[in-house]
């Protein structure tokens, strides 16, 4: 939904959104960064540490280059980190 919206947003706009969000293949989402990276990620916690870990992007780290270059980053699905024990 936070995605839907972001693009409906940006529609008008030379900027893009990516969602990223477990379940999915984690090359779907190195794919579409390697096309165009974008101005906004909304990433479930879980699927953003997953790429933190050792993504490379265009032979570059998504934990140093790529998130550092992020105008926006939107996690999505908080409320699970607190079902899982964080505080």
């Not at 270059?69 to 980190?81: F, G, M, Y």
């Amino acid at each position: 939904q936070i995605g839907d919206e972001a693009e409906t947003l940006l529609s008008h706009l030379d900027l893009s959104v990516q969602v990223m969000y477990g379940g999915t293949k984690m090359a779907r989402d190195i794919n579409a960064m390697n096309k165009r990276l974008p101005a906004i990620m909304v990433a479930t916690p879980g699927r953003l540490m997953d790429h933190l870990q050792g993504t490379k992007v265009r032979g570059r780290k998504f934990s140093d280059d790529i998130i550092s270059n992020l105008d926006i980053v939107v996690l999505d699905e908080v409320d699970r980190l607190v079902d899982m024990g964080m505080r």
